[in-house]
């Protein structure tokens, strides 16, 4: 069954500090990789689009990593602000006549 | 270039009601899709269309349905409100296929008392 589970489910850190995310999926055929950025009542903001042969990419502070071997990814922010209290969520694209699949997300609350 | 546009944004209904969303996508976007997310669970897909036809769709009742018009605009309708329709409904869209980046609109805040 094509899965996709985010880890942890909520995060606090103080402000300045770095954190990592984590996402496993259970995708096949895997295409694609994305991560996305919720703020409170509104919609996704994309911040990364990784497909199977790209192992990093970085958005700003933002990186994502992809390890399509062992079906990991994580997402690292550096020098965290406020306006990164968001939700993150991780989204596996089996293939271009797929639908998305989609994590939970990961609920991240910086405080000052 | 405008974003996704979505309206209303906000929506109060009462059971056994009916209600309609619309969704404008990105100028040239062709492919819309619609999710669902109810507070504190992830996005749940409900549909996506592309050239005004239905290409996917979620586990969702047959209370939903959906339509895209021949400018990529796209509506969604509930019938029959229930209580746990209550959610924010979020349209995305994307160039040919969700499978391409996809860009979200605000979304609709739908209450249903």
């Known amino acids: 069954k094509n899965q996709v589970e985010q880890s942890p489910q909520s995060l606090i850190i103080l402000e300045g500090k770095n954190c990592t995310l984590q996402c496993n999926y259970t995708v096949s055929p895997f295409s694609n990789l994305r991560w996305y950025k919720q703020d409170t009542g509104r919609g996704p903001v994309s911040l990364t689009i990784?497909?199977?042969s790209e192992n990093t990419k970085s958005n700003g502070r933002y990186t994502a990593t992809l390890d399509a071997d062992t079906k990991q990814s994580s997402l690292h922010i550096t020098a965290s602000q406020l306006s990164d209290s968001a939700s993150y969520i991780c989204v596996v694209s089996p293939d271009s006549n797929y639908q998305l699949i989609w994590g939970a997300g990961t609920k991240l609350i910086i405080k000052p | 270039k405008a974003g996704v546009t979505q309206t209303p944004r906000y929506l109060i209904k009462t059971r056994g009601q009916q209600v309609t969303l619309s969704c404008s996508p990105i100028?040239?976007?062709?492919?819309v899709s619609w999710y669902q997310q109810t507070p504190g669970q992830g996005l749940q897909f409900l549909f996506e269309?592309?050239?005004?036809?239905?290409?996917n769709k979620g586990n969702f009742p047959g209370r939903f349905s959906g339509r895209q018009f021949s400018n990529s605009r796209s509506e969604m309708n509930v019938s029959t409100l229930e209580l746990g329709d209550s959610a924010l409904y979020l349209c995305?869209?994307?160039?040919?296929?969700?499978?391409?980046?996809?860009?979200f609109g605000p979304g609709t805040r739908l209450t249903v008392l």
């Open positions: 100028s040239g976007h062709r492919s």
């Open positions: 990784m497909t199977f």
């Open positions: 269309y592309f050239s005004e036809t239905q290409r």
């Open positions: 995305a869209s994307s160039l040919v296929v969700a499978y391409n980046e996809q860009f």
